[in-house]
């Protein structure tokens, strides 16, 4: 069982660009949401993360937006650069003992220059 | 100096050997993981270890054993390895009240031929 669902699995970007991606998941309980970036021979790391008392937290260029009623939470990278292109995972956890991190699919993003 | 490091960092060996991964983290978090990333990137928790106490054992062949002699250490033992048992496995520590998202080490890419 999937349990977090992510969208697209791959991303082409102009330069100066947004890219947008999504993710949707089951479980209610749920109440931590991170974005994780990886980079070729790299191990993923924390790019920003919510918690569901907020609709929107912004770091930057980067942007979380959450939709509780929807289940869904959604990245924004305004301005993309090519330096952004990547592997971006969305994950979720319940916090607390053992806060295991259930992973998204993955979406590549390339952004063209 | 590094906060999650992890040894090797390419592993290739025969099928039916027994390796070990090793994992050391710096940032004084009581929980460190092993997750699994296969070929199409996706990651899958393996093992939870908190302070020493496994927490977290996923639907794990019993060829995966992973030990924690203290709490910044957490090792991979696998034995009889398969071709199957082919990915890139990394290591990640946090997840505790303060830090809920995980800090990653770079991987260890484990090829059984």
């Known amino acids: 069982q999937q349990q977090v669902k992510q969208s697209p699995q791959s991303l082409i970007v102009q330069k100066g660009g947004i890219s947008i991606i999504n993710c949707a998941y089951e479980?209610?309980?749920?109440?931590?949401f991170p974005w994780y970036q990886q980079f070729p021979g790299k191990g993923p790391a924390l790019l920003i993360a919510?918690?569901?008392?907020?609709s929107e937290k912004k770091e930057g260029r980067f942007t979380i937006s959450f939709n509780k009623s929807a289940k869904q939470f959604s990245l924004h990278i305004m301005d993309s650069q090519p330096g952004d292109s990547a592997t971006y995972f969305c994950?979720?956890?319940?916090?607390?003992?053992?806060?295991?991190?259930?992973f998204g699919a993955g979406t590549i993003l390339r952004v063209k220059s | 100096d590094t906060a999650v490091s992890q040894t090797p960092k390419y592993l290739v060996t025969q099928m039916g050997n027994d390796k070990s991964i090793k994992c050391e983290q710096n940032?004084?978090?009581?929980?460190m993981y092993w997750y699994k990333q296969d070929s199409k990137k996706f990651l899958k928790i393996m093992f939870s270890?908190?302070?020493?106490?496994?927490?977290i054992n996923e639907t794990v062949p019993n060829r995966f054993s992973p030990k924690s002699p203290d709490k910044a250490h957490l090792n991979l033992h696998i034995n009889s390895l398969e071709l199957g048992d082919s990915a890139v496995y990394f290591c990640?520590?946090?997840?505790?009240?303060?830090?809920?998202?995980?800090?990653f080490g770079s991987g260890t890419r484990l090829t059984v031929v």
């Open positions: 990640a520590s946090g997840g505790s009240p303060g830090h809920y998202g995980y800090t």
């Open positions: 479980n209610t309980a749920f109440d931590y």
């Open positions: 919510i918690r569901p008392d907020v």
């Open positions: 994950a979720a956890s319940i916090v607390g003992y053992g806060n295991k991190l259930v």
């Open positions: 940032l004084g978090h009581d929980t």
């Open positions: 270890y908190n302070n020493k106490e496994l927490i």
